[in-house]
């Protein structure tokens, strides 16, 4: 109908492709190494995880992050820029999870996933629960959530994350990811943007 209006409300929740080459220049900047260890820095419940360079990232996503500002601007109306100012990796084994949290001292925050095994996408195919009110939200997910379930509202939205998938989010968009028991590794690099001074 030509008098219908489509209006925006809530967060720019947006998602991307990286491609292989990029995937793996960014696998070079991750270290295993323990005086980079950020977990004290962090929410989650993961054993393994450590700073990487932001700068070298943030050359390294340079496209995609001037395609998610021109969505930002598009979204919001408002012609701020953005440059990463944090970075780490975060080496997901069974067990591990990120409980429902938001990120602090950014304005937006991201997550690329590098490694995500076969056996986890079979654990979840098979899980027959109803984790978090919804049968999606099973091993290996990653979900955020804007608010508890209401009529006529919705107010989560579930991934089972691939190889080279890049989520930008604001900064205090509640998210978390779900354990899972396969023995395999899950590795995702996790940051966040602040406004550049313009």
Request: hydrophobic share 35%.
């Amino acid at each position: 109908m030509e008098n219908s209006k489509f209006y925006y409300l809530g967060p720019l929740l947006f998602k991307s492709k990286v491609e292989e080459e990029t995937l793996k220049q960014i696998e070079t900047l991750c270290k295993r190494d323990k005086s980079l260890s950020f977990i004290e820095n962090l929410a989650g419940h993961i054993d393994h995880e450590y700073k990487i360079d932001h700068r070298d990232l943030d050359k390294a996503l340079e496209s995609h992050i001037i395609t998610f500002i021109k969505c930002y601007h598009g979204f919001y109306g408002k012609m701020d820029d953005f440059y990463i100012n944090s970075s780490w990796v975060n080496y997901m084994q069974a067990g591990d999870y990120n409980p429902i949290h938001t990120h602090t001292g950014c304005d937006f925050s991201a997550v690329l996933f590098l490694q995500m095994p076969e056996e986890i996408k079979k654990e979840n195919a098979q899980f027959k629960g109803n984790g978090g009110g919804s049968p999606e939200s099973g091993p290996g997910s990653l979900t955020f959530t804007t608010s508890v379930p209401m009529e006529n509202w919705r107010s989560e939205i579930i991934f089972l994350p691939e190889r080279g998938d890049l989520f930008l989010f604001p900064a205090n968009l509640m998210h978390f990811v779900c354990p899972f028991k396969s023995n395999v590794e899950r590795i995702s690099i996790a940051f966040n943007l602040a406004k550049k001074n313009i």
